[in-house]
Nanobody, 133 residues
């Protein structure tokens, strides 16, 4: 059974940093796109960042570009999202999701995940990030 466990959220002051973790069980991250999403109260779930294991490519939405780093620890089967210089508008529940890239180009897979998160079937349970101003 494919499972994802997201953790690392918490309360942080504006300008601070957090590192979120997404650990997989039941499968390995080989040939997968692993993406972070967030959902603020009353808003749609939106993509934040992604990494594709087939080619090591990293993707960032403009609103986190330059202040976030996504990385993977193959030994721990864990993807990390380090977020720096956090802003109040970063307050949201953060989720991780995974899609295989064996049937489709990794970049296309990430684009599809970001455009249509409702179609993703493998989600972690979410971790709350609260940024106080």
């Amino acid at each position: 059974e494919v499972q994802l466990q997201a953790s690392g959220g918490g309360l942080v002051q504006a300008g601070g940093s957090l590192t979120l973790s997404c650990t997989a069980s039941g499968f390995r991250f080989d040939n997968y796109a692993i993406a972070w999403f967030r959902q603020a109260p009353g808003k749609e779930r939106e993509g934040v960042s992604a990494i594709t294991t087939a080619d090591g490519a990293r993707y960032y939405k403009d609103f986190v570009k330059g202040r976030s780093t996504i990385s993977i620890d193959d030994a721990r089967n864990t993807v990390y999202l380090q977020m720096d210089n956090l802003k109040s508008e970063d307050t949201a529940v953060y989720y991780c999701a995974a899609e295989t890239t064996t049937r489709r180009d990794p970049a296309i897979t990430v684009g599809t995940m970001f455009r249509a998160p409702h179609a993703i079937t493998s989600w972690g349970q979410g971790t709350l990030v609260t940024v106080s101003s």
